[in-house]
């Protein structure tokens, strides 16, 4: 079935430091969303990519989709213990606007060392 | 609040019992979603409805039995379900008209199956 591999399962950095996840497929995918997943609480939903090469920014994170469509990354710069939580990108394969039905990745868990 | 509400938030239940899960959705959503969330595992879609017709069913075992009543409200309705069937429900809903603004999911039921 459709999967979406994202890298690395679990990443540990010293505060201050960066972080990146990565996120690949090997269909094209129409769009693909970013969630974040604090620790015991539910997965909330941070921005969507739909055009090939887009970046986006919001504050310290910044959301980067490939040109070929395939693979897209989440890259904190200067880490802060608010951002500890685990990421998850989401894709969809349904085109024409519509969300369609999410595949999500496994996530990538960030801890944060003050 | 997220704008979606799940309820209970935790439930233990015995293999034998019968139980369900509620959620309901004050965002004018379209379209409501099941998830389950395992340790180590991925999201996993369960169902999905659309203007309250369900459009999907990933393969889920009978035990587990969906309900969808008006476009605001979706039941998961449970029987004999097994140990692993223990995991972190989330209800999720989204507006499918290609504004791409995410799924909101509900903070989920903790669900322990003995």
């Known amino acids: 079935g459709q999967q979406v591999m994202q890298i690395p399962q679990y990443q540990h950095v010293q505060e201050g430091e960066d972080f990146t996840t990565y996120c690949n497929s090997s269909t094209t995918l129409s769009n693909i969303q970013w969630y974040k997943q604090r620790p015991g609480g539910h997965p909330v939903f941070l921005i969507q990519l739909v055009k090939s090469g887009e970046v986006k920014k919001q504050k310290r994170l910044t959301f980067q989709f490939g040109e070929a469509k395939k693979n897209s990354s989440l890259h904190i710069t200067a880490t802060q213990t608010t951002d500890v939580g685990t990421y998850f990108c989401?894709?969809?394969?349904?085109?024409?606007?519509?969300?369609?039905?999410?595949?999500f990745g496994k996530g990538t868990k960030l801890s944060v060392k003050p | 609040e997220t704008g979606v509400t799940q309820t209970p938030r935790h439930l233990v239940m015995g293999m034998t019992n019968k139980k369900s899960l509620k959620c309901e959705q004050h965002?004018?959503?379209?379209?409501m979603y099941w998830y389950k969330q395992s340790a180590k595992k991925p999201l996993e879609l369960m169902f999905v409805?659309?203007?309250?017709?369900?459009?999907e069913n990933n393969s889920v075992p009978s035990r587990f039995s969906p309900e969808c009543p008006n476009s605001s409200h979706l039941f998961l309705h449970l029987h004999t379900l097994q140990p692993e069937d223990s995991a972190l429900y989330l209800c999720?809903?989204?507006?499918?008209?290609?504004?791409?603004?995410?799924?909101?999911f509900g903070s989920g039921t903790r669900l322990t199956v003995v």
């Open positions: 989401a894709a969809s394969m349904n085109y024409g606007g519509s969300q369609g039905n999410l595949i």
């Open positions: 409805y659309n203007f309250k017709e369900q459009t």
């Open positions: 999720a809903s989204s507006q499918e008209d290609g504004l791409g603004l995410g799924y909101t």
């Open positions: 965002l004018g959503h379209n379209a």
